[in-house]
């Protein structure tokens, strides 16, 4: 079985400043992705970053980076030069292996941006 | 390329009638899933779908829910005999494949029950 852990329910950052905000995961699977997902208070799902496990390299778009610790199975999002837009509840997801299809998502931290 | 269509966007329900969710894949894409998100919670995985098939259903309860995706039409997810503890937002993704595990998420429906 696959499980995702957030452990910050909420997080605030200045506008224009960097915020990171913390995954953990467990998964039996070799092969399998992660991804960051975002829900405005619109309440629909965006994809906003996804890293493959057996790529070493961080994956980035634009203002958004990751630090993949596949040893240490975490998996943190950082935003750059928060806008205000940026508000909203971030989910990480696991996906992969023998579930192939299904998303298993975190908890969800509410992140508030700050004018 | 219009995204993924869910209707209705918000559904109220007296207690044990049914309940119709509908879900429009993107163009192009034939598998399809649900996920059901409570109030303050994540989504969390119900069915898994094909044309015609259902490949997954381990996050389905045992009963009053099915899920169909005929070979014509959009995707329905239908509860009967609704009870107030099914009140929750329902999503549907949809992806061209499994390799990438990439979904792309409808606005969701909201269902109401009183």
């Known amino acids: 079985a696959q499980t995702v852990t957030q452990s910050q329910p909420e997080m605030s950052v200045q506008e224009a400043e960097t915020v990171t905000l913390s995954c953990t995961y467990d998964?039996?699977?070799?092969?399998?992705?992660l991804f960051w997902y975002k829900q405005p208070p619109s309440r629909q799902m965006i994809l906003v970053i996804r890293q493959e496990a057996y790529k070493q390299q961080n994956a980035t778009e634009n203002r958004f980076s990751v630090n993949f610790q596949k040893a240490a199975k975490s998996f943190s999002l950082k935003i750059s030069d928060s806008q205000l837009g940026d508000a909203a509840m971030y989910f990480c997801v696991n996906a992969g292996g023998t579930s192939y299809g299904k998303l298993t998502f975190g908890q969800g931290t509410i992140l508030t941006v700050h004018p | 390329n219009a995204g993924v269509m869910q209707n209705p966007r918000h559904l109220v329900r007296r207690r044990g009638q049914e309940a119709r969710l509908r879900c429009s894949p993107m163009k192009g894409h034939s598998h399809v899933y649900w996920y059901r998100q409570l109030p303050e919670e994540g989504l969390k995985f119900m069915v898994y779908?094909?044309?015609?098939?259902?490949?997954?259903e381990s996050g389905m309860p045992k009963e009053r829910f099915s899920a169909e995706f005929p070979k014509e039409g959009p995707s329905i997810l239908r509860i009967q005999q609704v009870v107030r503890g099914d009140s929750a937002a329902y999503f549907c993704?949809?992806?061209?494949?499994?390799?990438?595990?990439?979904?792309?998420f409808g606005p969701g429906t909201r269902l109401t029950v009183t």
């Open positions: 998964t039996s699977e070799s092969d399998y992705y």
């Open positions: 993704a949809s992806s061209a494949g499994t390799v990438t595990y990439e979904q792309y």
């Open positions: 779908l094909q044309k015609e098939n259902i490949i997954d």
